[in-house]
């Protein structure tokens, strides 16, 4: 069964620093989706970056990106330019192509961001 | 134009109390799920349902049932009601082959 790991419960950064969640999953397939979502106080979930295994190219979207590591089973997210609303629960996600749909999620890290 | 939208986005109740939470997508998704995120903030899925088969976390009592009246409607029915079931609900919806989980606003019960 595939599991995923966030080693890291808390993490602080001061503004407008850059950040680095660390994720790694276990797994035997070789295709798979990738994802972090965020969680800010006010509990919406919300989808921040997604990989897909087969792309060699890790994924961008404005001050996020992962360094996705195929062979290491590693999937981190960095933020750039850090910034109060960042302040969130980070959760990394792995999705199987052959699931029942389901995410299967780590246990998430609080990330703190000081003025 | 919510994407995915859940009612009430608080609920208070008594033990043994029977309730309802309502989640609806305008999406166009054919998948939508629960969640059930506890006060550590793990998040455990209940239920995923698309227009061909429900699947059902067996961990989840069967006090817990989700309906769906159709392809934009799921909502979670709570019979019973534990103290234990204190906890914030999610609803997702997703298009097969796309992926991405999208998610409701959560749902905060408390049961006292």
């Known amino acids: 069964a595939q599991t995923v790991t966030q080693s890291q419960p808390e993490m602080s950064v001061q503004e407008a620093e850059t950040v680095t969640l660390s994720c790694t999953y276990d797994t035997s397939e070789s295709d798979y989706y990738l994802f972090w979502y965020k969680q800010p106080p006010s509990r919406q979930m919300i989808l921040v970056i997604r990989q897909e295994a087969y792309k060699q190219q890790n994924a961008t979207e404005n001050r996020f990106s992962v360094n996705f590591q195929k062979a290491a089973k590693s999937f981190s997210l960095k933020i750039s330019d850090s910034q109060l609303g960042d302040a969130a629960m980070y959760f990394c996600?792995?999705?199987?192509?052959?699931?029942?749909?389901?995410?299967?999620w780590g246990a998430g890290t609080k990330l703190i961001i000081k003025p | 134009d919510t994407a995915v939208s859940q009612t009430p986005k608080y609920l208070v109740t008594q033990m043994g109390n029977d309730k309802s939470i309502k989640c609806e997508q305008n999406l166009g998704h054919d998948t939508m799920y629960w969640y059930k995120q506890d006060s550590k903030k793990f998040l455990k899925i209940m239920f995923s349902?698309?227009?061909?088969?429900?699947?059902i976390n067996e961990t989840v009592p069967n006090r817990f049932s989700p309906k769906s009246p159709d392809k934009a409607h799921l909502n979670l029915h709570i019979n019973s009601l534990e103290l234990g079931d204190s906890a914030v609900y999610f609803c997702?919806?997703?298009?097969?082959?796309?992926?991405?989980?999208?998610f409701g606003p959560g749902t905060r019960l408390t049961v006292l």
């Open positions: 349902y698309n227009n061909k088969e429900l699947i």
């Open positions: 997702a919806s997703s298009q097969e082959g796309v992926r991405t989980q999208y």
């Open positions: 996600a792995y999705r199987s192509l052959n699931s029942n749909y389901q995410l299967i």
